[in-house]
């Protein structure tokens, strides 16, 4: 079952290193902000191709931080817009505006504040 983050997977890539998984969160929480806001306008337009595109670019850097659920609704999402499915699309958009949003970031405060070195 997929987590909403899962730290040790950063972990296992940087090592034990508080402070730099600390500034790969940081970032992939602006990251995130900047391509869903690309997503949401590509479905917009209609550009299903781009929106695929935009998902696989942001799946890659939830895997690598963590973020397991995310991945997963962003892997779904690139599925949708391969298959045109315009409606699944939507649906996908809003679990990830909502996962990024709260439950991301939720989850991420508590494991920050948790750490001995915060």
């Not at 997503?39 to 939830?62: G, I, P, V």
Request: proline fraction near 2%; aromatic fraction near 10%.
């Amino acid at each position: 079952m997929s987590k909403t983050l899962n730290p040790n997977v950063l972990i296992e890539l940087i090592g034990d290193d508080f402070i730099t998984a600390k500034k790969f969160y940081t970032d992939f929480l602006i990251q995130s902000k900047s391509s869903f806001a690309k997503m949401r306008a590509t479905y917009q337009d209609n550009d299903l191709k781009r929106l695929k595109d935009e998902a696989h670019y942001l799946k890659t850097s939830a895997k690598a931080v963590g973020a397991e659920l995310l991945a997963d609704y962003l892997q779904e999402l690139e599925y949708a817009a391969m298959d045109g499915n315009s409606s699944l699309c939507a649906e996908k958009i809003k679990a990830i505006h909502h996962e990024i949003g709260s439950e991301f970031v939720r989850e991420l405060k508590a494991y920050l504040s948790s750490h001995p070195h915060s």
